[in-house]
């Protein structure tokens, strides 16, 4: 499963730090990221990173967003910097893992952490 954590209220040009954390009978994973949510909108990336730490970012996020991992710890995080209310959104982590008792990968998704950016 994914838990992720973080989320939260920042004013605008603030900054947060998301996580998440994959656990279970993991063998590996390949990509790993970050969609978002905003309310009355569809999801959209907001930026993935491959297992070898290539990122890919989504365009409104570009240049704010820094994603990255630590494969020791099976967890991604996503710094979110110069937010601004247009930021505001449910961020749902993602991961494709392949567990011990698989021969195949499975796209996970979290639970997703509300990031409320105030003007």
């Known amino acids: 499963q994914l838990q992720a954590s973080g989320g939260g209220l920042v004013q605008a040009g603030g900054s947060l730090r998301l996580s998440c954390a994959a656990s279970g009978s993991i063998f590996s994973i390949t990509d790993m990221g970050w969609y978002r949510q905003a309310p009355g909108k569809e999801r959209e990336l907001a930026a993935r990173i491959s297992s070898d730490d290539w990122p890919n970012y989504g365009d409104s996020v570009k240049g704010r967003f820094t994603i990255s991992r630590d494969n020791a710890k099976n967890t991604v995080y996503l710094n979110l910097n110069s937010l601004q209310p247009e930021d505001t959104a449910v961020y749902y982590c993602?991961?494709?893992?392949?567990?011990?008792?698989?021969?195949?990968?499975?796209?996970?998704w979290g639970q997703g952490t509300l990031v409320t950016v105030s003007s």
């Open positions: 993602t991961a494709v893992i392949r567990s011990i008792r698989e021969s195949f990968y499975r796209h996970y």
